[in-house]
Nanobody
Framework: QVQLVESGGGLVQAGGSLRLSCAASGRIGSSYHVGWFRQAPGKERDLVATIRWGGGQTFYADSVKGRLTISRDNAENTVYLQMNSLKPEDTAVYYC???????????WGRGTQVTVSS
C-alpha cells in the first residue's frame, strides 16, 4: 500500500509560481511512475506530468511543457511539481499519483487546490 499526501496548493496571480509537494508512505517500486493529474471544474482529470521513480524519466502534457517541472527526492520519498508562469487555465485540483501505469495509476492522493487569478 502507498499513501500520498499533497501540499503546497493555494491562490496565485497569473504569471506567478507555486511548488506542490507529494509525500509518499510505503514502498514505491523503481519501475513506478509518480506524477500529477489535475481536474478543473466540470472537466475530466488530465495527466500533467510524471517521473519514473527509478530512472527519473519525465513526461509532460503539451499544455505545461516549459512551465512546469517535476522532480523527486528518493531519500525523502517526495515528489515536487514546480509551477511557473501560471495561467488561469491551470486552475484545478491537483492529484499526486503513482503506479506501474503512467496513464492509469493505482494510488491517488486526496488532491490540493490551485487557483490562478487573472
Amino acid at each position: 500500500q502507498v499513501q500520498l499526501v499533497e501540499s503546497g496548493g493555494g491562490l496565485v496571480q497569473a504569471g506567478g509560481s507555486l511548488r506542490l509537494s507529494c509525500a509518499a508512505s510505503g514502498r514505491i517500486g523503481s519501475s513506478y511512475h509518480v506524477g500529477w493529474f489535475r481536474q478543473a471544474p466540470g472537466k475530466e482529470r488530465d495527466l500533467v506530468a510524471t517521473i519514473r521513480w527509478g530512472g527519473g524519466q519525465t513526461f509532460y502534457a503539451d499544455s505545461v511543457k516549459g512551465r512546469l517541472t517535476i522532480s523527486r527526492d528518493n531519500a525523502e520519498n517526495t515528489v515536487y511539481l514546480q509551477m511557473n508562469s501560471l495561467k488561469p487555465e491551470d486552475t484545478a485540483v491537483y492529484y499526486c499519483t503513482t503506479g506501474i501505469s503512467r496513464t492509469t495509476p493505482l494510488y491517488w492522493g486526496r488532491g490540493t487546490q490551485v487557483t490562478v487569478s487573472s
